[in-house]
Structures are given as structure tokens and as C-alpha cells.
């Protein structure tokens, strides 16, 4: 406690000495009624003195009330004196001792008083011997708090810290340990884990403290760096569900800087609005562990490829960088790479002097297809060995489906709008003269990665899914038919990429109007108007800010500063979410223009990439240049099995797929419940016969199909089918037909109705059809792209699909959810995620499914980047700790005891001063009530005055003799 | 006359207004009543003269001159012959001395720019009261006592009784204590003739003690008279703030006390005390005269003259 509170306490004397002072200054007044004032005094005495007593005990308690709220007393840190029952008591038996002192005339309640005072002092020892002898810590210091604990498991705090026998984080956590114990009683505790992703071990505040010193034992040292903020953050989503009005918040950390985002002003100005709408803003008690001074430590960062899709064709330069993040010069042994079964050497590292990097290049020519795992290893020892290996997984394509459509496909091969453009992509195999590259080309020819295929215009709307390419070039097409346009905006949003190159025949009111399925501008940019120039303009290689052109936009490499353009369309950048220009020609007009569209991404060109306009085809950076464009189309999201780490990791399973369909979900025998499978299926038509569905559906099984359907006109539909053994269809929930058979259904165009279809099969051949008919549209079974397994309304409908197993570093077990999502199927995973490597257990009868992914083990691989700065053990500066400050109610203390005696020092100056101000302002109101009661019954029970007149009046005569009289007399 | 008596130090007590005021008064007086020079009152007191009065039963002792011996020779038995008493009046003027009559106050009447405390009060009065005695050839007496009698003059209708009179009013000081009962009983023994008791006190005592006594002055026949003083802040208690009470007679300890917080009960039993003493003088005959004073003696006094004729 401060000395202020006693000085405070001593206040409570002044009403007592004004009590005092006032009685000494009476005045003294000789009387000679004594006896009637003395017997008046007797019969009034108990009231007065009950009345003076009262106010004086009021008042005496209001100073001392006052006192203590302005005091803001806390309760010594691990304090085993129950103060909440201590304080009072002592309260009260002082303001008893005191008016035992004013009553001290009245014998009887002189002692009550001071016996009640006695017995005050008593009980509160008793409080105090009892508390000692258990230590229960049972009656508190008057309303626990929520504490939420953050304790850093990054990798750094797996160094030894200087002066303690273990880890930081081992010494954190026993201070943690040390802090449950010692915090105020009645606390409550949740306990996160601030690695790259904030793990809540007790996300909802726990008041047994068994539980907590549990949690904290089984807490393990984690990976990664630390997201202090999102840590935070989810420390004020856990005090939020806890009931105590004062939180707090507890961070064991050994103060890197990362992770902190003190540059992220709105993340912060969003924290600290949620702060305060707790009850009480929490006090961050920021607890650092010092870094070491000194350290050796060499790092490896993430490894890096030099081409974004690996192909079977080339080799691949696989690069890998050392750091040396330590205070001391370091020489690493060499570092070893792990590729399919292979083991790389590099042996030419030298000396790092502290801060230094080296990269070290591997060559390497994938033999498999799929997913393979490289693993780099550095040989050195030092403080920490966790950065000592890293690992990454890539996707070995074998080839990569682009479909280019030509607009112009008549007349000599160079002619074609599509020609450079697939030249570019595939030479040999489009040289083949004058004749379309083959489709199963590529099965021919092992190691090729890109696989064009050009069709012409005409034959665009008979494509029978785009999901069989990953990147569709439109080359010099005038326009689409509405439903291809409605369908390749589809396919871009589920995943694809897009690359428009409009030229002479484009029609700017189709490609202007070109919308996606929610209303939005599709394409990247508007255009505007064919240019035509005499004057040849050339393209600004510095404008090339487009992640896929950086290759060729260096001058040195690339000749196309050399290109000419005499016409091309001038774009304007389209107010659609995400749009950007990558490149300008040099009179500034756009060249390059792309937006992400859902999952997938559009660029487009201001000219088509054919000799019409430009000599482009014609520099030798036009291979590369379209490859790269290829290359990022194809692969929008990077790396997916490289993820840097998230509180939700979405692994996509297939790309692409999600054009239309129907969920289907298939049980044992004819109860349509339990699935034993789920999945999407396309069309309405299945000829199973002997076979089964699918893995795990038995012989007798039934099945159910749901999603919506999206009809193309306004009319009346007739629905027929017929399932063996059996179908039912019903749409808006309507029983369509039963059994087999038809009906019709009135549908309005643009409008998604829910079809729901089910079907038993008992034994023997296992078959169903259905079909649609209208006016406007022949009889044939309802096509995947009529159907969505998806509510338009719900714009994140996922829906499960089943779990699977997942191993993680350090033994970690974790469980994927399969989603399926409109950007295809997802493997979610959630929770624990810290940088390493993960293996994701496909069950066999799954595998065949994700063959493109499955390794030999039947797994997938992914891994989880590793943040390449949390080695660095670059402390919180100046200037960070400034912005904390500022946004937080930052304690720093250097200690466990320091950190107890910050969590219980604002407890009464947090919490009780307002009760102790609102009792005084209480007792306030009941001291001017009762002084005012008191002043109103001594004023009513004024009598009249005494009548002390003479009854019998003199006579009228008399009085007027006597007046004479005395007028005569001059008295 | 009283124009002619020597400048003593004790004529202070009558100063000369209020003797020129008494004499008009007595003239005032005379002129309402129509009686006899020697003997302006008829004397309540059974004597033996001329006007006959009544029998009673003769008992040993009494003198045998008186017997009615006619009555004797009718009637077999011994009666005695009473006669009433034509005197004047005999009147003794008892002022109470007690400390507590030293209580002055504020709002006391003054004389001479010095406020009157009640004994002054009932020194002054007690003297206009024997001057007016005098004046009318009436015996006065007077008897004034603290805890006990200080002094005792018996009552004569000389013209120097006045200067005995006011000697020994100028000569009296308050005192100590009071058993107003007690003391009025001694003094209604030693009354030797039956005739006007005027009593001039506060009446500070217990009410039935006091009662008591005047029962003893009406058991021997004397007729009374009671001045009651009291200062105006003994019937207001006008006191506010802390006071301390000290008091006057010595006897109780001082008192702290809030005014404002007995106000009521001590007006309450003020107020008791009056009317118990008053309403005792109502049953027993007597003559109760309040006075506060704050009223100029002089003005209570003639006010109490009209009344009384």
C-alpha cells in the first residue's frame, strides 16, 4: 500500500476531532434551569446521542472511504492475509472505536462498541491464521481478474538463455508456473501459445489453477516465429468470454520484433477498439527475457525454384540460402539436399562473418511426376539447430494444359491469330506445318511441360469443360457465345487462368461487358479504342512491374525494348476489384493489365500476340515472356504446398474442378443416413452396373444427390428419368416423380432451385438417367454446368467431404478437413500449424483420386514456410516499444515477482476505487439524509413557546389610568 | 414620607420614578375603594374584637376570658367566642435568594443601562412592594433565604420599616443553593401572624415540594402571593450552537450539550412545571403572578395592582 492510504486512514480522526473540537468550544453559559435542562437532557440523552453516533460513524466512514478509494490501495504481492475481509473490518472497527470513544459517557454501548471492534480484531486474525494454515487463498483480495497468458514457443526461445540452467522458454514457463500460483485468488487463466499461429491451449478463462499448472506442463516448444499480434488478439477474444470485470494480459517473450506489426496501424486501431470494449482494458504485462548478447547460429531460409511450374523437361535450379544470423563469424560444414531419394552436395560454402548470406544452387532434373519433398540441411553446430534444415515441397507437373482459341484460324499458319502464340509454347510440336498440335502429344513426348492445344473459334462452344487446362489464351476472338464467356468466367473463378490478347477483330461492347456470375466486370480492363500510329511506339521496359514479366523486363536479358507496335487497343484499367497494370508501352498506354478473379487470375494484352501489329513474335524474349505468362496463369497461388503459416491452411486438392455438379452422398443399404462416401458428381446420368460408386459403397447401397439447379429459360421443364432400382427427384422441394417417371416444374431463368435426387439400388446392375426438356431446348440429361452443388445465396458454402490424417513436425498429429469449396476441393487444416513439414495420410481408397498429389508413401506433403527473420534475434526497439506504449497499458517488468506485483497493484486501484467511491458517495447521500432527518425532527418537535402571560388582564381603565400615569411620572 | 428619607446607599432599590409612580397608584387605588382609613383589607384572620365571628369548641389552653359563658348556661358546654380582627394588613414579602434567581439573560428589562438579573428583579420589586405596603399603613415583614433564612424582619407598619426593609433587601445576596421547599416551610412556621404571604422566586425546585409548602402557608392561614420570575431565555431557549451549561446554585456538573437538540423536551418540561404550579395555586387560593423580565418591574407591578383591586 502507499503511504498516501494511511495518511488517508488518519482523516478518519477529523470528524471525530471536529466532533471534539466542537464540544470544547462551547461557550459557556451560566444557567440557573439546570435541573429542567438536565431532566430535558436525561430524556433526550439515548436519541442524541444513537443520532450523534450515527453521523459521526457515517462521517468517519465517508473520510475513510474517500480516503482509501483516492489511496488506491493494493494488496502486497502474494500477500496470505485476506484483505477483503481484513480492510473492512479493520474499517469498521475503527469508525466502532471512535464512536466508542464519543459514546464513551453511555456505558453500555461504550462497550458494545469496543467489544464489537474486539471481536472485529479477532475475526480478522482468525481470517489471517486461517488463510496461513491453508492457503487457500480462498477470500482473495476482493474479485479475481482474467489473465491471459501468451507464452512465446518461437524457435528463439529454444536458446539457452545466460543465466538459467534450461531454455527461455523452460524459464518462461516456470515463471508462468510461478505466476498462476501467486496471482490473485479467484483469477481465472487462459493460456495461448504464440507461435506463427496463436494456439489457445485454454481458450476459455479456467479458475482451477490445477488445470492451468497442467496446461502449462504439457505446453512444448514450438517453431516459427512469434504473431505477437495475432497472440493478442486472441488473448482478448479468450478475456472476452471470461467473467471477471479487470483483465489482464501476460506475454513470456524474449522480445523479437517480429510479429509485433507495429507498422499495421489498423490492424492495431481494431485491437485496441476491441480492448475497450472489454469491461476494463487489460494491462499488458509485457514480460522480455533477454536475448543473448552473443550467439553463433547459421540459418537456412526457404528454397526457392527458378521456374514457378516444374516440368519433367529441364533441369530446375533449386537455390538455397545461408545466413549467418549469430554475433560471430561461422563455417558452415556444407549444406546437403534431399530430392527424391537423391542426396545433394555443396560443399563451397566459406566463411560468414555475422549478417552474411551465401546461396548455394543446386541443378536437378525431376524424374516423377507429383509432389516431391526437397530438403535442405546445413552442417554446422550452433545455439540453434531448429534453422539448420529446411524443407519444400513442389509440384512436378508433366504437362500443362493450354487451350488456345483463335479467332482467326483460316489462312496460312503464320496468319493465325493463335500461331506465335503456340510456337511460343510448344515449337516442336507446332511446327508440325500448318497443322493443330495433338492433344496426346504429350504422352509421346515425356518431359514436356506444356501441352497447347489450339482449336478455333468455332469450336470454343463445344468445350466440353475447361477443367482439362489450366491456362485458356483468347487470341484476336471478336466474342464469345454468352454461355462460354458465363462458363470461362466460371472456370477463372474456380481456379484458371486467363489470358486475353483482343486484336483487329475484337468487339469492345463484349469484352466492356463481359461480367462474372456476381454482376462484376470480368476483365482486367476496358477497351477503349484501336489505336493506329505511323509512329511506332516501343515498349518502357522499367514499366514492366508484373511478377511474371521480371525476367524479361531486364534490359540486358531482353530484346524486347526493341519492339515496335503501329496498332493496338488502349485500355483503362477496370474498376473491378484487384486490377493492376503489370507493363506500358512507351507512350504510357497500358500493355499488360491483370486482376485475380476468385481463386483463378485474367491478364490481358493491349495487342494480340501475332506479327499483325508488332514485331514482337519476332525478339527472342517472346518465348520467354509468354512462358512466364503461362507459368503465372497456371499457377495463380504460388506455391500451394508451401504455405506460410495461418490460422487455417487451405491445401487445394484439385484446381479447377469445380465447374458444376451434384453433391452426392452414398450409403449402405437404404437408410439415407451415415455416408460412407461424399462427393461431387457431374452429370445426371451413372452407369455403375456391377461396380460399385465408389470406395467403400457396397453392392446394395442408396445415394442422394442435392445441390441446386440453374435453368437457361423462363418456361415450363419436363423432368423424365428413370433409376434402377429406383429415383425420386424432387426440385423446390417438390416431389417431381417417384420411382421413375416425369414431371414438370415451371423454372425462371437466372434462378437456382434446389434439386434433391434419390436413388437405392439393391442389387444386381446399378444405373440412373435423368433428363430435361423445355420448348426452348431439347431432351438430353441435365449437363454439369446447369448444376451447382452450391446455394448461390451462400457465397462460402463448403461443405464436408470427410477427414484425414495429418502428421506435423515434432510428432504433431493434426486432422485435415476435406471442404469442398467453390475454389475445388480443400484439405483445411487448423490449430496447431508451426513452419516444417507435414505429411497428410490419403486413405488408399481416396489415393487414386489426388494421384497428381499422392506420393509413393500415400501422402501428400506440404510444408509451412518458416519465417527466415525470427533467426535474426532482432529485439523490440525504440521505436516499437514507443507504438506499444501508446496503444497498450504496457507494464515491463523484469521479474516473476514483478509481473505478481503488476497484476495485484492495480487491484484495488483498478477495481475497488470505484466500489469504495460509490459506498462513499453512498454514505454521502445517507449522512445529508440523516443530518437532514435529524434537523427536521428537532424542527417539528419545536413546541409553541411557553405561555408565561398573565391570564387576568387589567382593566381598559386601569390601562389607561396607568398610561397617564405614567406619561406624569416620566418612568 | 418616603421624599424625606435619607439618600441611603440602599434607596437604590427605590428609585425615585418608580416611588412617584406607587404613590399615584395608591391614590388610584384609594379613590377605587371606598373603606375604612385603619384597615383597608379584612383580614382573613380570626381575632378578638369588636365583630363577632364564631364559636368554637372551647380547648385547654385557650383563655378563659373568652369563654361565652351564656352559651354555657344554655347549652352545658364550653365554647369560645371568636371575634374577626379588624387590622391592618401584615404582609411579609419572601424573595427567594437562591443562585439560580442570579440568572440574568439577554433580553432582561433594564434599569440604570444594567440588565436586571431576577434577584435584582425581585430585589427591586420586593422593595416597591413594602414601600406600597407602608405607604398604606400596612404592616410589612420580610423574610429572604438562599438554602436557608438570611434574614427575617417582622412585619410592622412604621415608617421605618421601610428603611429596615430595604436594608436588608440591599444587604441580601444570592446564595448557593435552594431547597425552595424546605425553606418556604420554615418560613411559613415563623410567620407569626396569619396575614399576606408575597413570595418572589423562580420557583426552581421540584414543583410538589414546592406545592407542599404553599399548602403549609394556606394551612396557616396566610393568604399568597406568588411572583413567578423567569428570564425570557428560560421560557424561549432561543440557544444555538455548542453551549456549555454551568450552574448557577453549584450543584450539578456543567453540561455540554447541543441546544438545539433539548430545545423541545426542556420547553416541554418548563411548560409542566408552570402549569403544575399554577394550577396548584388556582386549588389553593392563591394569588399567581408571572413574571417576565423583560418586562419592567414597575409596569408588572402596577399591572398586578389594577388587577388585584
Given at each position: 500500500m502507499n503511504l498516501a492510504l494511511l495518511g488517508g486512514l488518519a482523516a478518519i480522526a477529523i470528524p471525530i476531532i471536529l466532533h471534539l473540537l466542537n464540544r470544547r468550544t462551547a461557550k459557556v453559559l451560566d444557567w440557573g434551569a439546570m435541573r429542567f435542562l438536565l431532566e430535558s437532557v436525561e430524556s433526550r440523552k439515548k436519541r442524541i446521542q444513537l443520532e450523534e453516533a450515527l453521523l459521526l460513524a457515517a462521517r468517519c466512514l465517508l473520510v475513510g472511504l474517500l480516503a482509501l478509494a483516492v489511496a488506491r490501495p493494493f494488496v502486497p504481492p502474494?500477500?496470505?492475509?485476506p484483505w477483503v475481509v481484513v480492510l473492512p473490518a479493520f474499517l469498521i472497527a475503527l469508525v466502532s472505536l471512535t464512536t466508542a470513544l464519543v459514546l464513551r459517557g453511555n456505558r453500555k454501548w461504550f462497550w458494545t462498541l469496543l467489544g464489537l471492534a474486539a471481536l472485529l480484531a479477532v475475526g480478522s486474525a482468525a481470517a489471517v491464521y486461517y488463510e496461513r494454515q491453508l492457503?487457500?487463498?480462498?477470500?482473495?483480495?476482493?474479485g479475481g481478474k482474467d489473465i491471459a497468458l501468451i507464452i512465446?514457443?518461437?524457435?528463439?526461445?529454444?536458446l539457452t538463455s545466460g543465466?538459467?540452467?534450461?531454455t527461455v522458454f523452460a524459464a518462461a514457463v516456470a515463471e508462468a508456473r510461478e505466476i498462476v500460483d501467486k496471482a490473485p485468488a479467484g483469477s481465472s487463466f487462459s493460456l495461448m501459445m504464440g507461435g506463427p499461429v496463436p494456439v489457445a491451449r485454454l481458450a476459455e478463462p479456467v479458475v482451477n489453477r490445477l488445470d492451468v499448472t497442467e496446461a502449462l506442463n504439457a505446453l512444448q516448444p514450438g517453431r516459427g516465429r512469434m504473431a505477437a499480434f495475432d497472440a493478442l488478439a486472441a488473448a482478448a477474444v479468450s478475456l472476452a468470454r471470461g467473467t471477471n470485470p479487470a483483465k489482464e494480459i501476460i506475454v513470456l517473450t524474449d522480445?523479437?520484433?517480429?510479429?509485433?506489426?507495429?507498422?499495421n496501424k489498423a490492424r492495431w486501431d481494431a485491437l485496441v477498439a476491441g480492448l475497450e470494449t472489454l469491461p476494463a482494458p487489460p494491462q499488458v504485462i509485457l514480460r522480455k527475457f533477454a536475448l543473448p548478447a552473443t550467439f553463433r547460429n547459421a540459418a537456412l531460409s526457404e528454397i526457392r525454384y527458378s521456374r514457378e511450374v516444374i516440368g519433367l523437361d529441364r533441369p530446375v535450379s533449386i537455390e538455397v540460402t545461408v545466413e549467418n544470423t549469430g554475433t560471430e563469424a561461422i563455417t558452415p560444414g556444407g549444406v546437403d539436399l534431399l530430392i527424391e531419394g537423391e542426396t545433394l552436395k555443396d560443399m563451397t560454402l566459406g566463411q560468414l562473418p555475422p549478417g552474411a548470406r551465401q546461396t548455394v544452387r543446386f541443378l536437378h532434373q525431376f524424374k516423377k511426376p507429383g509432389s516431391v519433398i526437397v530438403e535442405a540441411k546445413l552442417s554446422v553446430t550452433d545455439?540453434?539447430?531448429?534453422?539448420?534444415t529446411t524443407a519444400s515441397v513442389c509440384q512436378v507437373v508433366e504437362r500443362l494444359g493450354v487451350l488456345i482459341i483463335d479467332?482467326?484460324?483460316?489462312?496460312p499458319f503464320l496468319e493465325r491469330a493463335g500461331a506465335f502464340t503456340a510456337l511460343a509454347l510448344a515449337p516442336a510440336s507446332a511446327l508440325q506445318a500448318g497443322r493443330e498440335p495433338q492433344k496426346d502429344r504429350a504422352k509421346d513426348q515425356a518431359g514436356v511441360a506444356l501441352d497447347p492445344e489450339v482449336i478455333p473459334l468455332s469450336r470454343a462452344a463445344s468445350v466440353?469443360?475447361?477443367?482439362?487446362?489450366?491456362v485458356v489464351i483468347l487470341c484476336d476472338v471478336p466474342k464469345l457465345a454468352d454461355s462460354t464467356a458465363r462458363r470461362l468466367a466460371a472456370w477463372v473463378h474456380t481456379g484458371g487462368g486467363l489470358l486475353v490478347a483482343p486484336g483487329r477483330q475484337a468487339l469492345p461492347e463484349f469484352y466492356n461487358n463481359w461480367r462474372d456470375a456476381a454482376g462484376q466486370?470480368?476483365?482486367?480492363?476496358?477497351?477503349?479504342s484501336e489505336r493506329i500510329s505511323r509512329d511506332p511506339a516501343g515498349l518502357?521496359?522499367?514499366?514492366?512491374?508484373?511478377p511474371a514479366l521480371a525476367m524479361v523486363a531486364d534490359p540486358r536479358q531482353s530484346d524486347l525494348g526493341g519492339a515496335l507496335f503501329t496498332r493496338w487497343w488502349r485500355l483503362e484499367p477496370g474498376d473491378g476489384g484487384g486490377s493492376a497494370t503489370g507493363a506500358r508501352l512507351g507512350?504510357?498506354?497500358?500493355f499488360l493489365t491483370g486482376r485475380k478473379a476468385g481463386f483463378g487470375s485474367v491478364l490481358m494484352t493491349?495487342?494480340?500476340?501475332?506479327a499483325s501489329g508488332s514485331n514482337?513474335?519476332?525478339?527472342?524474349a517472346f518465348v520467354p515472356m509468354v512462358h512466364q505468362l503461362v507459368y503465372h496463369l497456371a499457377n495463380p497461388?504460388?506455391?500451394?504446398?508451401?504455405?506460410?503459416?495461418?490460422?487455417q491452411l487451405n491445401l487445394p486438392l484439385?484446381?479447377?474442378?469445380?465447374?458444376g455438379g451434384l453433391r452426392g452422398e452414398y450409403f449402405k443399404g437404404?437408410?439415407?443416413?451415415?455416408?460412407v462416401l461424399v462427393r461431387i458428381d457431374g452429370?445426371?446420368?451413372?452407369?455403375w452396373g456391377n461396380h460399385s460408386?465408389?470406395?467403400?459403397?457396397?453392392?446394395?447401397f442408396s445415394a442422394r444427390w442435392t445441390g441446386m439447379i440453374l435453368p437457361g429459360y423462363s418456361e415450363e421443364y419436363v423432368f423424365d428419368g428413370w433409376g434402377d432400382d429406383s429415383l425420386s427427384l424432387f426440385i423446390n422441394d417438390q416431389?417431381?416423380?417417384?420411382?421413375g417417371g416425369d414431371g414438370k416444374v415451371r423454372l425462371e431463368a437466372g434462378k437456382a432451385y434446389p434439386i434433391r435426387m434419390e436413388f437405392f439400388d439393391r442389387s444386381g446392375g446399378a444405373s440412373l438417367q435423368l433428363s430435361w426438356r423445355s420448348p426452348s431446348q431439347p431432351r438430353g440429361i441435365i449437363p454439369?454446368?446447369?448444376?451447382?452443388?452450391?446455394?448461390?445465396?451462400?457465397?462460402?458454402t463448403e461443405l464436408g467431404m470427410g477427414r484425414w490424417d495429418v502428421t506435423g513436425p515434432d510428432g504433431r498429429l493434426l486432422q485435415a478437413e476435406l471442404k469442398f469449396t467453390r475454389g475445388g476441393l480443400v484439405a483445411r487444416l487448423g490449430g496447431d500449424i508451426v513452419p516444417g513439414l507435414y505429411r497428410m495420410n490419403v486413405p488408399q481408397a481416396s489415393a487414386p483420386q489426388f494421384s497428381r498429389l499422392v506420393n509413393d508413401d500415400g501422402t501428400i506433403p506440404f510444408t509451412v514456410t518458416d519465417d527466415a527473420?525470427?533467426?535474426?534475434?532482432k529485439p523490440l526497439g525504440a521505436t516499437e516499444l514507443k507504438v506499444l506504449r501508446e496503444r497498450l497499458k504496457l507494464v515491463e517488468p523484469q521479474s516473476a515477482a514483478e509481473v505478481v506485483a503488476a497484476l495485484t497493484g492495480q487491484q484495488f486501484g483498478e477495481e475497488l476505487w470505484k466500489y469504495l467511491a460509490a459506498g462513499a458517495l453512498f454514505l454521502l447521500l445517507a449522512e445529508i439524509a440523516l443530518s437532514r432527518w435529524i434537523a427536521l425532527s428537532r424542527r417539528s418537535g419545536e413546541?409553541?413557546?411557553?405561555?408565561?402571560?398573565?391570564?387576568r388582564e387589567p382593566s381598559a381603565q386601569f390601562k389607561e389610568q396607568l398610561k397617564r400615569v405614567q406619561e406624569t411620572a416620566g418612568v | 414620607m418616603s421624599d424625606s428619607l435619607p439618600s441611603q446607599e440602599y434607596m437604590r432599590l427605590l428609585p425615585g420614578g418608580t416611588a412617584g409612580m406607587l404613590s399615584r397608584l395608591e391614590f388610584l387605588a384609594r379613590a377605587k375603594k371606598q373603606g375604612?382609613?385603619?384597615?383597608r383589607h379584612t383580614s382573613p384572620n380570626k381575632g378578638f374584637s369588636v365583630v363577632f365571628a364564631e364559636h368554637r369548641q372551647y380547648m385547654p389552653g385557650?383563655?378563659?376570658?373568652?369563654?361565652d359563658w351564656r352559651v354555657f348556661a344554655k347549652a352545658d358546654k364550653f365554647y369560645i367566642k371568636q371575634y374577626i380582627e379588624e387590622t391592618n394588613l401584615r404582609a411579609t414579602v419572601v424573595l427567594d435568594c437562591s443562585g439560580s434567581m442570579k440568572y440574568c439573560g439577554e433580553r432582561a428589562s433594564s434599569l440604570d443601562g444594567k440588565k436586571l438579573s431576577k434577584f435584582e428583579y425581585g430585589q427591586y420589586l420586593a422593595a416597591a412592594l413594602s414601600y406600597l405596603m407602608v405607604k398604606q399603613q400596612d404592616a410589612v415583614g420580610l423574610v429572604t433565604f438562599d438554602d436557608q433564612i438570611r434574614s427575617f424582619i417582622k412585619a410592622a407598619?412604621?415608617?421605618s420599616q421601610v428603611r429596615l426593609v430595604l436594608e436588608a433587601l440591599h444587604q441580601a445576596q444570592p446564595g448557593q443553593d435552594t431547597r425552595l421547599g424546605s425553606v418556604l416551610h420554615e418560613v411559613a412556621e415563623r410567620i407569626p401572624q396569619r396575614g399576606l404571604v408575597v413570595i418572589i422566586s423562580?420557583?426552581?425546585?421540584?414543583a410538589e415540594e414546592i406545592v407542599k409548602a404553599f399548602h403549609h402557608f394556606k394551612y396557616r392561614n396566610h393568604e399568597i402571593v406568588l411572583f413567578h420570575l423567569m428570564a425570557e431565555e428560560e421560557l424561549t431557549f432561543p440557544f444555538t450552537g455548542s453551549q456549555e451549561f454551568k450552574d448557577l446554585e453549584g450543584l450539578s456538573p456543567r453540561l455540554k450539550v447541543d441546544p438545539r437538540t433539548v430545545r423541545s423536551a426542556y420547553l416541554e418540561r418548563i411548560r409542566q412545571h408552570i402549569s403544575q404550579i399554577e394550577s396548584a395555586c388556582g386549588q389553593l387560593n392563591a394569588d399567581y403572578v408571572p413574571l417576565n423580565t423583560k418586562q419592567p418591574y414597575h409596569e408588572a407591578l402596577a399591572e398586578f395592582l389594577g388587577r388585584r383591586r
Open positions: 502474494g500477500s496470505s492475509v492457503n487457500l487463498k480462498r477470500f482473495g483480495t476482493g512465446d514457443t518461437s524457435s528463439s526461445m529454444q543465466n538459467s540452467p534450461g522480445g523479437q520484433n517480429i510479429g509485433w506489426e507495429t507498422d545455439d540453434l539447430p531448429l534453422d539448420n479467332g482467326n484460324p483460316s489462312g466440353e469443360s475447361f477443367a482439362a487446362y489450366e466486370p470480368f476483365l482486367p480492363a476496358r477497351l477503349l518502357a521496359l522499367p514499366g514492366f512491374t508484373h507512350n504510357g498506354d497500358a493491349c495487342v494480340n500476340l501475332d514482337l513474335p519476332s525478339r527472342q497461388s504460388g506455391q500451394p504446398f508451401n504455405q506460410a503459416p495461418a490460422r484439385t484446381s479447377g474442378m469445380a465447374e437404404r437408410q439415407l443416413s451415415g455416408p452429370k445426371t446420368e451413372f452407369q460408386p465408389g470406395p467403400g459403397v457396397p453392392e446394395d416431389l417431381v416423380f417417384e420411382r454439369a454446368s446447369a448444376l451447382t452443388p452450391f446455394s448461390p445465396e451462400a457465397e462460402e527473420s525470427e533467426s535474426r534475434l413546541p409553541e413557546a411557553v405561555n408565561f402571560e398573565n391570564r | 375604612p382609613v385603619s384597615g385557650d383563655d378563659l376570658k373568652n369563654l407598619s412604621r415608617p423562580d420557583c426552581f425546585d421540584s
